[in-house]
Each structure stands twice: as C-alpha cells, then as structure tokens.
C-alpha cells in the first residue's frame, strides 16, 4: 500500500508562483508512475499533468504547458508540480496520485491518491 501526503499549497497573488510536493510511503517510488489533478467543489477532476517512474517523462495538459513543471525526486520518494504565473482561475484543490505501472497515465486511474492540498490565487 502507498500513501501520499500533498503539502505546499497556500494563498498567492496573480502572477506569483508555489510548488507543491508529494510525499510517499514505500519502498517502490520509483516504479510509481504520478499525476497532479485539481478539482475544484462542484466540478470534475481536471488532470494537471503527469510524470512516469522509470525516465522521468512528463506530459502536461494544454492549459498548464510553459506555467506548470512535475518533476521527482525518487531519493526523497517526492514529486512536485511547480506553478508560476498563477492566475485566480488556477484555485482549485490539487492532488496528486500514483499507480504502478511504466506508462504515463493522463486520466483518472489511478491507485493511489493523496488527501489534497488548497491553493489560492487572489487577484
């Protein structure tokens, strides 16, 4: 069993930048393919991008390209998403997820996912 735990969210102007992180249990993080998704209430689930285990390939939805970047950290069994230019209409919950498997998984089915953290952009 996994178990991720998002941290970094927060309130930030338009224009600024966070980077959220996700920490994971386990021996086998590297092998875990992981995806960042926002969700904000009433809404569906919106894939952010994602970032494969083994090679470190990453895939971004059209919306995010050139703003957002994933990367890992397999020694510290984290990964990140990297915001900057924030805009108000990036606010929304964030969560990140794992599923074990080579491939980059860009919808929904994952394993894993974490709790979620807020992220706040005001105007």
């Known amino acids: 069993q996994v178990q991720l735990a998002e941290s970094g969210g927060g309130l930030v102007q338009a224009g600024g930048s966070l980077r959220l992180s996700c920490a994971a249990s386990?021996?086998?993080?590297?092998?875990?393919?992981m995806g960042w998704f926002r969700q904000a209430p009433g809404k569906e689930r919106e894939f952010v991008g994602a970032i494969s285990g083994i090679g470190g390939r990453t895939y971004y939805a059209d919306s995010m390209k050139g703003r957002f970047t994933i990367s890992r950290d397999n020694a510290k069994n984290t990964v990140y998403l990297q915001m900057n230019s924030l805009k108000p209409e990036d606010t929304d919950v964030y969560y990140c997820?794992?599923?074990?498997?080579?491939?980059?998984?860009?919808?929904?089915?994952?394993?894993?996912w974490g709790q979620g953290t807020q992220v706040t952009v005001s105007s």
């Open positions: 997820a794992g599923k074990m498997t080579y491939e980059l998984i860009t919808g929904t089915n994952y394993d894993y």
């Open positions: 386990g021996r086998t993080f590297s092998l875990l393919a």
